[in-house]
């Protein structure tokens, strides 16, 4: 059964930063792992994703250069870096994680079958 348990959210300063975990279980390897994000009212966006087999990894223009993604496979974690936080940053954060083999952009939520519960990150000016 795999669970995604993400940690690292709270409360910042404009220009502060979080970094974000989300432990992963249940899988020994996972070909695709992404953060995504939803603010109160607006539609769930995917913020950054990694492709472990091609090498892909992807930001959303509004994170790119504020934000990295990495993995560490011997623990079966995924990280969020964050820094340079923004107010229009605050959101809950979800992991998520897929066995198969997919071809689209690791930031659409539709390529992924595996979320974990969130994180809240809450950006003040």
């Known amino acids: 059964q795999v669970q995604l348990v993400e940690s690292g959210g709270g409360s910042v300063q404009a220009g502060g930063s979080l970094r974000l975990s989300c432990a992963a279980s249940?899988?020994?390897?996972?070909?695709?792992m992404g953060w995504f994000r939803q603010a109160p009212g607006k539609e769930r966006e995917g913020v950054a994703g990694?492709?472990?087999?091609?090498?892909?990894?992807a930001y959303a223009n509004s994170v790119k250069g504020r934000f990295t993604i990495s993995q560490d496979n011997a623990k079966n974690t995924l990280y969020l870096e964050m820094n340079s936080l923004k107010p229009e940053d605050t959101a809950m954060y979800y992991c998520?994680?897929?066995?198969?083999?997919?071809?689209?952009?690791?930031?659409?939520?539709?390529?992924?079958?595996?979320w974990g519960q969130g994180t809240q990150v809450t950006v003040s000016s």
């Open positions: 998520a994680a897929d066995l198969g083999p997919r071809w689209a952009s690791v930031l659409r939520a539709d390529q992924y079958n595996y």
């Open positions: 249940g899988a020994s390897y996972f070909r695709s």
């Open positions: 990694i492709r472990s087999g091609d090498g892909i990894i």
